[in-house]
């Protein structure tokens, strides 16, 4: 536009043109038409009707003004204060301003009116609050007045206001056809303010500090795929795909939404699929390259469980066991004397051997069952057979499989048969597959976090294995913090009186780090679980965000429930502009 007046006021005649420095001096309303060569008032063509006869008649909102030479004109239609240009321009600043809006110039209450709109908004956030702790639906098939089930949401609210007459006295057929806070946006609304806040309070305690991450997916009822991510629960996202690179964006964006860093993370927990832990190309590795000290822990319970099953592959004899026990467990579950007969006698069985000192478990037990026990094993397994008439078997006869004449049959006895290919073959079996599955790495971590652990008084504390403990964490000790920790290690028994824990901080740090860091992903398998009582078949097309609020505070409801309805009604209130502000 500056290019065509100055194309224009290059002529000789300038005087006869526009002058472009007009749109400096009158910028509050002057308009300028290319197409008519004009000057227009904004302000008096959109109140003229409101206002009546404009400065310099109708030439500023009809025509348009051409008389380039006379600019006294100009301030002829502007006038004096109280011109009716002015009063036009007035009105046009009023309109550019929020307050001045209709909607908000209507909705102008009393302190009454503002007084029953909180009590109106609160007595909803009542009923939202009941739903999500108990992780019950809103809706009903049929919220109409007819209706004798309008669902649990109006149902509470109804019951609420038959029970308390000030609120009653406000809600429902009481409050203003578009006031009534009950529409489902609404209850979205008031779901996710209590969902922030939830959210919010646990950022709040991680307070920049360390934290472990544990994650997992699993799919909805309605064939949706999930991730949840825990520290404490702070969200649940869809994901469309279960690549890695997809996980570890979602996993960024959520990072990102709550200011929080990966560089911060001491400690993660997944699954044993493929892209979770793979070695080069999983999650794991992809936020180990970023963090060296994000140590990776495989779900301990899953390992124990994978390692059974890679024994029940290889060895037919296994399977065959955990079929029978199978098949035993249904039998004693289907009778309730039958399980209590079971429960007293395991009872008896662990408690003696507490008593004794010979609570032995894992690669311990194995080792010592191989080197040792075969002899005493035989014995038990004869003394069963005497005490129910069983003929036992001769162990020095010649063994003969199944299946196969005497005459085919290999020349081993019975004694190396059940010795060598069952009982040694599967203890050394299951060894390897533990080794295996518990890693030299994670075994030494948690070996050196052992040593802190404060039972009988720190009677197995050993400063080697805790000095070792802290060199896995190079990014939080320094070689000048390492020396500080060798020595603050001599009197740590002192970390026991109160407060100590400012004085021996470096020693407080690895206690702090061996708490972070996870052994199981139970905490996600609850969240799972959950997902199907949030959404179930009769609510499978809730969406994903109103889900991912109703999870945060079903699961988290010991921090919603400390979280006061006046929190929540701000939080809404500042979600968006509302008919009556706070």
């Avoid at 409101?50 to 909102?61: M, N, Y």
């Avoid at 004899?317 to 026990?325: D, G, K, M, N, P």
């Amino acid at each position: 536009m500056y290019k065509y007046y100055k194309r224009k006021t290059s002529e000789p005649s300038a005087s006869t043109n526009f002058n472009e420095n007009w749109f400096t001096k009158y910028k509050d309303w002057l308009e300028y038409s290319l197409e008519k060569d004009a000057v227009f008032c904004l302000c008096c063509y959109l109140f003229r009707l409101d206002i009546g006869k404009q400065g310099s008649g109708e030439s500023f909102v009809g025509k348009g003004f051409t008389s380039w030479n006379k600019q006294d004109r100009l301030d002829m239609h502007v006038g004096g204060p109280a011109s009716a240009h002015n009063l036009a321009l007035q009105k046009c600043k009023d309109l550019m301003k929020r307050e001045q809006h209709i909607d908000v110039v209507m909705h102008k209450r009393s302190d009454k009116a503002i007084c029953e709109y909180r009590t109106r908004l609160l007595a909803s956030i009542d009923c939202v609050r009941f739903l999500l702790c108990q992780g019950l639906s809103f809706r009903g098939h049929d919220e109409s007045e007819s209706s004798s089930n309008k669902g649990n949401f109006l149902e509470l609210l109804k019951f609420l206001a038959d029970h308390n007459e000030s609120i009653d006295n406000v809600v429902l057929q009481n409050a203003p056809r578009n006031l009534k806070l009950i529409a489902p946006n609404i209850q979205k609304d008031i779901s996710n303010a209590a969902a922030h806040e939830v959210v919010t309070t646990i950022i709040k305690d991680i307070d920049g500090d360390y934290f472990a991450i544990l994650i997992d997916e699993s799919r909805d009822v309605s064939v949706k795929e999930h991730m949840v991510i825990i520290e404490r629960l702070i969200g649940i996202v869809h994901v469309s795909d279960t690549t890695t690179l997809s996980l570890k964006r979602a996993l960024d964006s959520l990072f990102t939404k709550y200011n929080l860093t990966i560089s911060r993370v001491r400690g993660q927990g997944y699954d044993g699929a493929s892209n979770m832990r793979g070695e080069f190309k999983g999650l794991k590795t992809l936020i180990m390259k970023e963090n060296s000290s994000a140590f990776y822990v495989h779900c301990f319970a899953h390992q124990l469980l994978l390692t059974l099953v890679a024994i029940a592959k290889n060895h037919d004899e296994v399977a065959s066991l955990f079929y029978l026990i199978g098949i035993l467990t249904g039998v004693v579950g289907a009778s309730c004397k039958r399980q209590d007969m079971l429960r007293e006698e395991q009872a008896k069985t662990i408690r003696k051997t507490m008593e004794d000192g010979e609570l032995v478990t894992g690669r311990e037990k194995l080792h010592i069952m191989r080197n040792n026990e075969w002899d005493s094993l035989l014995e038990e397994v004869f003394s069963l057979c005497k005490q129910h008439d069983i003929l036992p078997i001769d162990m020095s006869d010649r063994f003969v499989q199944r299946g196969r004449s005497r005459r085919k049959a290999h020349s081993i006895t019975n004694l190396h048969h059940y010795r060598v290919e069952w009982y040694y073959s599967i203890i050394d079996m299951q060894i390897l597959e533990l080794n295996n599955r518990f890693d030299e790495t994670n075994t030494e971590l948690l070996r050196c976090m052992s040593r802190l652990s404060p039972s009988d008084r720190f009677a197995h504390f050993d400063k080697d294995k805790i000095l070792r403990f802290a060199t896995f964490y190079p990014s939080d000790f320094s070689e000048v913090e390492l020396k500080a920790l060798d020595r603050q290690l001599d009197t740590t028994l002192l970390i026991c009186d109160a407060k100590m824990d400012i004085v021996y901080k470096w020693v407080y740090l690895l206690v702090k780090l061996s708490l972070i860091l996870p052994v199981a992903t139970s905490t996600v398998e609850r969240a799972f679980s959950a997902i199907n009582i949030i959404k179930n078949r009769l609510r499978n097309s809730i969406g994903d965000q109103w889900m991912n609020d109703c999870l945060i505070t079903f699961i988290e409801k010991e921090i919603f429930k400390s979280i006061s309805n006046n929190v929540i009604y701000e939080r809404f209130q500042n979600m968006k502009t509302r008919r009556v502000p706070i």
